[in-house]
C-alpha cells in the first residue's frame, strides 16, 4: 500500500465537482492513508459530512465548534500539524482567493494558513472564472508559496460550457500523491498500458469463440507496475479477477477489435505497453442477430483475421515508448519467439513455455524466457505470477532508460 501511514487533509470547497472529492477520500483510504476531512461552508451546499465521516472512517471538520451550544473547540493547529499533506480538492476560485490573501474567516482556511505540511490544490470552475486575471494571479501566488497546483482538464464543465476548469481527476491527484512521497520510484507520474485475459469473439447473441487465459499474469504485471509508481491502464477481456488497486484504471473490453479500440485511445500517452492477452487470432466472419438454430450433423464456421494489436503498436510506437509482448510456443521456441519480436517490433519478448507443468493458462505459477532483439536470452526457473511480473517489470524499466 503506497500511503501506509501517510496523514492526508483533505479540504473540500464549494464547487460542483466536491463530489468527486468522496471518490478521492476512498482511493486514498485504499491506498492505506488516514484521512480527514474538512469542509467549507460553501462545500456543505453540495456534499454532506455524513459521506465523508464513512468514507474517512474519521469525523469531519466544517466549523470551530461542534454545535453551537456543545461548547466543543476544534483545534484547527492540532489538525494542521497533524497532516503530513493537505490536499484542497475541489479548490474554488473564492477559495484560492483567500488562501492567497491570507484571509482566514472559516475553520478551513484557518487551518490552512496552520499547515506547515505540503499543500497541494486541484482547483475546479467554470472556464471564464479560470481564465479571470484574479485567478490567474492567485495562482501565481500559491504557487510561489510553494503549493503544488493540478492543473485543471479540458471537457464539458457542470455549466455546460466547453472549456478548462474540470477538477483533475481523483485517479490523477492519486497518482501526484503518489509521486510526492515516493519520489525515487522509477515510474512515477508515468503512464502504462498492460493487455489481459481472453478475448471472446461472438458468434450469436449467447455463443463466442474464447480460451482459458484467466488474466492473472496481466494483473500481476499491473499491480507490478503500480508499485513503481506507474498510472497502468489494463484493458483487460472477459475475467472473474478482483481488480481493485487505487493506480489501475480498468479497460474491459470482450473482442480482439475492442481491445484494439481500447489500447489506441490511450497508447500514444504511454510509455510503456505490455502485452500479455490472449487474443483470438479469428473472429466469425458473421455475427449472427438471432441464436443459431441445431440443423444438420455438420456446422462450418467461417472465420476472419483480427487485428494484430501488438503488431499495429509495434509500428505505432515512437522512440520514447517501449513494447513487451507474450508468446507461447511448443516447438523451436526461442526462434519462434524471436521471430515473433521482430515480425511485431517489440522491444522485448516473453517466451511462455507449455512444455513445463505449472507455467501458461489459469496456473499460479509461469516459467519464462526473456529475449531482446539482440537475440539475447535470459532463462528462469518455475516461480509465482508475482516474481515473474516483478521480473518482467525490472527489466522493462531497465528499456526505458535506454530510450
Ligand atoms: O502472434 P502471437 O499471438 O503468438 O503473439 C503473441 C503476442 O502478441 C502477445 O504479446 C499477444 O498479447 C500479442 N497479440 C496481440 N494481438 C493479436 C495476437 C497477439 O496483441 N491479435
Redesign the pocket.
Known sequence: MMLEKKKILVAVTGSIAAYKAAYLVRLLVQCGAEVKVMLSPGALQFVTPLTFSTLSKNPVFSDFTENKDSGVWNHHVELALWADLMVVAPASANTLSKMAHGQSDNFLLATYMSARCPVMIAPAMDHDMFMHGGTRDNLRKLRDFGHHILAPGEGELASGLLGQGRMAEPQEIIDAIIAHFHPALPLKGQQVLV?AGPTYEKLDPVRFIGNYSSGKMGLALATALAQKGAHVHLVIGPNHLKIQHPQIEVHAVES?NEMLGACLAVFDQCQLTV?????A?YRPAQQATEKIKKQGDHLVLELVK?????ATLGQRKKKHQKLV????ETTNEKEHAAD?LHR?NLDLIVLNSLRNEGAGFGTETNQISLIWPDNISQDFGLMSKQKVAEIIVDAAIDLLKTS
Open positions: 493487455t480482439a502485452l500479455s492477452a490472449a487474443v487470432d483480427n487485428p494484430d494489436i501488438a509482448g507474450f508468446a507461447l515473433k511485431k
